[in-house]
């Protein structure tokens, strides 16, 4: 089925991430795989080549296009070459914590920041989770009580992506404490303020080139200046953006899934059992042709989704939607191609079996399965 989402320019665009990823991430990524950390480079490199900030004004070192399918495309790249924990930290620099920067920052806020998120020397990070909280966002104890020009911010937070490489932490704090969702506020935390410490970076199944950590905060006096938008309104602001952070998941997804098939293709017509390629069985077949046609369906909603993303009209029920689903089907898919592969899936020295790893958090990050299934239930009036 011919795609129309993209125009020439987003072609253009992805041969220059292509080159860039097979250049500069593909040859390094086994080593940060090892290291469970990418080089900060790849954030300067990615931002001197225009990989960074599509979004953000250009006067500001942004690429002055707000258009998301720069950002599919990249997700798609990454996908495409393999290095999913590595993109992971790029694309939510891009995806999901720049907007708070382009709509919730002052003019002076956006001075600050906005060209090193571009440049790549300012790495973003999104720290809503605690140890003790996740899908019950309003029940977090993080708090941040007003002293004079300063928030005295005392908490933690957990499972922070890019929690070792942030420079700025977008972090939701409880400005009352007294209150659920009318008492949050968005603090940006900086490297380097007093008191603001980094605990472990966690070791996890998959994804592990991604740093992903434990933050900790005793008594970090944050300028009130360093406030995203008016104090109360982290909630209302959290719940305007993730559906963007929802539907950059949902892509993710569906360019995983269409990549182990791809993979699996190749594959299942080579290796041969009881002299005809595995691919040939009629188990074999089926199960290719359900999992194209789940793609495509996918893809098509995923697309529109994109569009709708674009226009404003994108809601937080289809963005629901396009999470929990596309996130399922990449799961289930990855796990299907790993059965096709045979014993050679589970061998990491095969993309699949990293796949399999790598895929299985996605339908927990970003809120959980239950908790899409929860928000598009509501809407129905159930
Ligand atoms: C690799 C990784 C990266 C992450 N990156 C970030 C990040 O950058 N920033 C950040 O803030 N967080 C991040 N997270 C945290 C992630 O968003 C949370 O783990 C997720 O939202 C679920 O929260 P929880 O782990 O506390 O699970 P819980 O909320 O404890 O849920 C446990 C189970 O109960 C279910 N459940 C909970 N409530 C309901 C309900 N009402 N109805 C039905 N079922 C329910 C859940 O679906 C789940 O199955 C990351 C996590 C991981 C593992």
Redesign the pocket.
Known sequence: MDRTLFDAEHEMFRDSVRAFIDKEVGPHNDAWERAGIVDRRLFTRAGANGFLGMAAPEELGGGGVADFRYNVVIAEEVQRGGVNAAGLGWT?HNDICLPYFLSLCTPEQQARWLPGICSGELIT?????EPG????LASMTTSAIRDGDHYVVNGS?T???NGINADLVITAVKTNPAERHAGMSLLVLERGMDGFERGRNLE?IG?HA?D?AELFFTDVRVPVENRLGDEGSGFRSLVTKLPQERLSIAVTAVATARVALDQTLGYVKERTAFGIPVGSFQNSRFRLAEMATEIEIAQTFTDRCVLGLNAGTLTAEEAAMAKWWCTELAKRVVDTCLQLHGGYGYMLEYPIARAYADTR?TT????????MK?IIGKSLGV
């Open positions: 939510l990070a999104i720290a809503m989770t909280i996740g899908s019950d937070k499972f922070i992506t996890k994804m991604q992903t958090i927990i990050y970003g809120g959980t399965t239950e908790i929860e």
